[in-house]
């Protein structure tokens, strides 16, 4: 024990004479600053979490607004903003989970799917958030809706009923369903096993006669 004493003694005063031949070091926390730079402004840290919670993001036909979801408080709503930057606007209020929001080709609606109704169903709004339209209401949990070029058609995922509202796990049998952009009862395009990523984002051919999935199954 006196053996390891004398030799932290020594440690702690050879760190001390270290620090001392050395030119610039501080071992005084109160005495450490930084100059200030002029383009270095104060940032509020709400809005640094604010960005720090955005997902799903989609551009208007037209390149000047972007449609997105964002967590605020714990909710999860549509926003929309400026292509050019500018401040956000809230288009749904609804409590629980609104997410993957797509404009239509005309940039007439905005789909999206939520949980408003105690499932995840498709819906659509007007662009500035009014005239909300529930597109389906089934036993299945729809997610992703994806318009087709021509705008005729949504093609989206179905998870079975087992699975969370809220939730979109990536190994699951689901279905790739297909109907009328406007409504009306859909059809089971492809059965497969998959999920989150099998279909997130648009993947319709430019002819609207395709679209490309992910799968992990063989065939």
């Given at each position: 024990m006196r053996l390891l004493l004398i030799l932290t003694s020594f440690a702690l005063m050879s760190s001390s004479l270290i620090a001392e031949q050395l030119p610039g070091v501080i071992t005084d926390p109160k005495q450490i600053t930084?100059?200030?730079?002029?383009?270095?402004?104060?940032?509020?840290?709400?809005?640094?979490?604010?960005?720090?919670?955005?997902?799903?993001?989609?551009?208007?036909?037209?390149?000047?607004?972007?449609?997105?979801?964002?967590?605020?408080?714990?909710?999860?709503?549509?926003?929309?903003?400026?292509?050019?930057?500018?401040?956000?606007?809230?288009?749904?209020?609804?409590?629980?989970?609104?997410?993957?929001?797509?404009?239509?080709?005309?940039?007439?609606?905005?789909?999206?799917?939520?949980?408003?109704?105690?499932?995840?169903?498709?819906?659509?709004?007007?662009?500035?958030?009014?005239?909300?339209?529930?597109?389906?209401?089934?036993?299945?949990?729809?997610?992703?809706?994806?318009?087709?070029?021509?705008?005729?058609?949504?093609?989206?995922?179905?998870?079975?009923?087992s699975v969370a509202p809220g939730d979109h796990p990536f190994y699951k049998h689901v279905m790739l369903r297909l109907m009328p952009a406007n409504g009306g009862t859909p059809r089971v395009v492809a059965y497969v096993y998959g999920g989150q990523g099998t279909i997130n984002v648009p993947s319709w051919s430019p002819d609207s006669k395709k679209i490309a999935f992910v799968s992990n199954t063989k065939d």
């Amino acid at each position: 024990m006196r053996l390891l004493l004398i030799l932290t003694s020594f440690a702690l005063m050879s760190s001390s004479l270290i620090a001392e031949q050395l030119p610039g070091v501080i071992t005084d926390p109160k005495q450490i600053t930084s100059k200030s730079k002029e383009y270095v402004q104060p940032f509020d840290l709400e809005k640094l979490y604010l960005t720090r919670s955005v997902g799903a993001t989609a551009w208007s036909p037209d390149g000047k607004q972007l449609v997105f979801v964002g967590e605020r408080g714990g909710e999860y709503d549509i926003y929309r903003i400026p292509a050019a930057g500018g401040e956000e606007e809230k288009l749904t209020s609804t409590p629980g989970l609104d997410d993957g929001p797509e404009y239509s080709p005309d940039g007439k609606w905005i789909y999206f799917n939520s949980v408003r109704s105690g499932t995840m169903q498709l819906w659509r709004m007007r662009p500035d958030g009014s005239g909300a339209e529930q597109l389906t209401n089934d036993g299945w949990n729809n997610w992703f809706a994806h318009v087709s070029p021509d705008g005729k058609w949504l093609v989206f995922i179905s998870f079975p009923p087992s699975v969370a509202p809220g939730d979109h796990p990536f190994y699951k049998h689901v279905m790739l369903r297909l109907m009328p952009a406007n409504g009306g009862t859909p059809r089971v395009v492809a059965y497969v096993y998959g999920g989150q990523g099998t279909i997130n984002v648009p993947s319709w051919s430019p002819d609207s006669k395709k679209i490309a999935f992910v799968s992990n199954t063989k065939d």
